[in-house]
Nanobody
Framework: QLQLVESGGGLVQPGGSLRLSCAASGFILNNYFIGWFRQAPGKEREGVSCISGTGEITNYADSVTGRFTISRDNTKNTVTLQMNNLKPEDTAIYYC??????????????????WGRGTQVTVSS
């Protein structure tokens, strides 16, 4: 059974860092492109970053460019989102998702077929 599990969320002060992980089971991760999304209360789910199956191509939302870094280790079936210089507006539930087919650098939820259950990130002093 294909499964994605996020971890690494928590409470951090503004300016701090967190490292989120997305662990895949039940499928070979390098056959899928992976995206990170977030959803804050009362807001729509938005794309944060995505990475191709090989890890050679990445894309970021403007709001996180220069602060977040996505990477993957296909040997460990994991994708990581390193988040630095966190801001209160980064507070949300963060989800990883997997998609198949041509990687179009998409940060749209509809491009992804499989989703994890999310991990809470709270940025507050």
């Amino acid at each position: 059974q294909l499964q994605l599990v996020e971890s690494g969320g928590g409470l951090v002060q503004p300016g701090g860092s967190l490292r989120l992980s997305c662990a895949a089971s039940g499928f070979i991760l390098n056959n899928y492109f992976i995206g990170w999304f977030r959803q804050a209360p009362g807001k729509e789910r938005e794309g944060v970053s995505c990475i191709s199956g090989t890890g050679e191509i990445t894309n970021y939302a403007d709001s996180v460019t220069g602060r977040f870094t996505i990477s993957r280790d296909n040997t460990k079936n994991t994708v990581t989102l390193q988040m630095n210089n966190l801001k209160p507006e980064d507070t949300a539930i963060y989800y990883c998702a997997a998609g198949v087919g041509m990687f179009r650098h998409s940060l749209l939820p509809g491009a992804y077929a499989y989703w994890g259950r999310g991990t809470q990130v709270t940025v507050s002093s």
